[in-house]
């Protein structure tokens, strides 16, 4: 089974550029999850997706950052324009029901984003 | 307000001996408990789980125990093997909420 794929891995920008973030999870996971990872902190949802649909939103500042999941598959988050407190490592994350009583959440690499 | 706190950034284990990381959470709603380890330049990878109904489950070296009324879990792995040494995120949620919160992590490190 491949995994969570995101792309790029590195992206180093100047304050007030774009950016923009692929995933694709893994084959069949109906949730797909974009989390944001602060250097010493752990990762902190930003959106949820139940197919091409968005659940939760509520942690994404939407007067920078999109996000949209167009067929149900993969993915794009952007960042228009980018601040310098938006580096971070972005987490792209698929989720899957292991059994009656057990879940968790397939990660990607991540995308570390620098912005200078 | 965070409701998953790990409050040893840090810890070092000799190789053989047993590691215990340890994590509190505050929101009574939480019934699931996931860790997961992650080594530099990698995602998070799915290490175990407990859910609410047990106070213990095993995979292998691992093991998570649950104190509900403490609102406390802990991860011993034994023995610490050098493989070992990754960052370490206790996570929570309800389960079917389908939303993970995450602690801060901490960093283990295994000494040969």
């Known amino acids: 089974e491949a995994g969570v794929a995101q792309s790029p891995r590195y992206k180093i920008i100047e304050k007030r550029q774009s950016v923009a973030f692929w995933c694709n999870p893994i084959?069949?996971?109906?949730?797909l999850y974009w989390y944001q990872q602060i250097l010493g902190q752990g990762p902190k949802l930003l959106i949820q997706?139940?197919?091409?649909?968005?659940?939760?939103d509520s942690q994404l500042p939407k007067d920078r950052f999109s996000a949209e999941r167009l067929k149900g598959v993969d993915s794009t988050l952007k960042i228009q324009p980018a601040k310098l407190e938006d580096s971070a490592v972005y987490l792209c994350?698929?989720?899957?029901?292991?059994?009656?009583?057990?879940?968790?959440?397939?990660f990607g690499p991540g995308t570390r984003l620098l912005v200078l | 307000d965070q409701q998953v706190k790990q409050n040893s950034p840090s810890l070092s284990v000799q190789e053989g001996r047993i590691s215990i990381l340890n994590c509190d959470y505050t929101?009574?709603?939480?019934?699931?408990f996931l860790w997961y380890k992650k080594y530099p330049a990698e995602g998070p990878t799915f290490l175990i789980s407990?859910?609410?109904?047990?106070d213990k489950n095993e995979d292998g070296r691992f093991t998570v125990f649950l104190n509900k009324s403490a609102k406390h879990l802990s991860l011993h792995i034994v023995p610490s093997q050098p493989g070992d040494s990754a960052v370490y995120f206790c996570?929570?949620?309800?389960?079917?909420?389908?939303?993970?919160?995450f602690g801060t992590g901490t960093r283990l490190t295994i000494i040969p």
């Open positions: 994350a698929s989720r899957r029901v292991l059994s009656l009583y057990q879940e968790t959440q397939y």
């Open positions: 084959s069949g996971h109906a949730t």
């Open positions: 997706f139940q197919n091409n649909g968005v659940v939760d």
């Open positions: 929101n009574s709603m939480f019934d699931y």
């Open positions: 407990i859910s609410s109904i047990k």
């Open positions: 996570a929570a949620t309800n389960f079917g909420n389908e939303k993970l919160t």
